[in-house]
Nanobody, 123 residues
Framework: QVQLVESGGGLVQPGGSLRLSCAAS????????IGWFRQAPGEEREGVSC????????YYGDSVEGRFTISRDNAKNTVYLQMNSLKPEDTAVYYC????????????????WGQGTQVTVSS
């Protein structure tokens, strides 16, 4: 059974950092594209960052470029999202997702989803 479990969310002050983890079970992450998405109240879910399975190429949304870094540890079957210089507008529920054939960082491309972890940036 494919399962993704996010962790690492919480409350952080503006300018602070958090590292989200996405642990996979039931499949090997190496062969899957992985994406981080977020959804703020009243907003659509948006792509934050994705990493391909083939060559490890990465994508970042304009609002997080230069502040967030996606990485994968295949030995631990885990993908991370390092978030630095956090802003109040980064507040959202963050989801990780996996797909065997996704080529773009879009919610419609990903079949498997975690339950999400809340990130709140506030002073």
């Amino acid at each position: 059974q494919v399962q993704l479990v996010e962790s690492g969310g919480g409350l952080v002050q503006p300018g602070g950092s958090l590292r989200l983890s996405c642990a996979a079970s039931g499949f090997t992450l190496d062969y899957y594209a992985i994406g981080w998405f977020r959804q703020a109240p009243g907003e659509e879910r948006e792509g934050v960052s994705c990493i391909s399975s083939s060559d490890g190429s990465t994508y970042y949304g304009d609002s997080v470029e230069g502040r967030f870094t996606i990485s994968r540890d295949n030995a631990k079957n885990t993908v991370y999202l390092q978030m630095n210089s956090l802003k109040p507008e980064d507040t959202a529920v963050y989801y990780c997702a996996a797909d065997r054939v996704a080529t773009i960082c879009s919610t419609s491309e990903f079949d498997y989803w975690g339950q999400g972890t809340q990130v709140t940036v506030s002073s």
